[in-house]
């Protein structure tokens, strides 16, 4: 981070880091997964299927380009 990159944060206020953030902070190594295009089922559904994958991925790429 520059000086002048410091100067626009300064007084913001930040929401706490995720887990990707904080990982890519510490400059550890970090796995994502591309999901495909998921055609219903709704958002629930989805993270309904992914949960097997939670302790294996640290962020999922949902892509809109079939």
Same mark, same amino acid.
């Given at each position: 981070?520059?000086?002048?990159?410091?100067?626009? #944060? &300064?007084?913001?206020? &930040?929401?706490?880091?995720? $887990?990707?953030?904080?990982? *890519? &902070? !510490?400059?550890?190594?970090?796995?994502? !997964?591309? #999901? =495909?295009?998921?055609?219903?089922?709704?958002?629930?559904?989805? *993270?309904?299927? *992914?949960? =097997?994958?939670? =302790?294996?991925?640290? !962020?999922? $790429? &949902?892509?809109? $380009? =079939?």
């Amino acid at each position: 981070m520059t000086g002048r990159d410091r100067e626009l #944060l &300064a007084g913001r206020t &930040a929401a706490p880091m995720s $887990n990707l953030e904080r990982k *890519l &902070a !510490a400059r550890e190594f970090v796995v994502t !997964a591309e #999901l =495909p295009v998921i055609d219903g089922g709704g958002v629930r559904e989805m *993270l309904r299927k *992914l949960e =097997p994958m939670r =302790p294996f991925v640290d !962020a999922f $790429n &949902a892509t809109d $380009n =079939p």
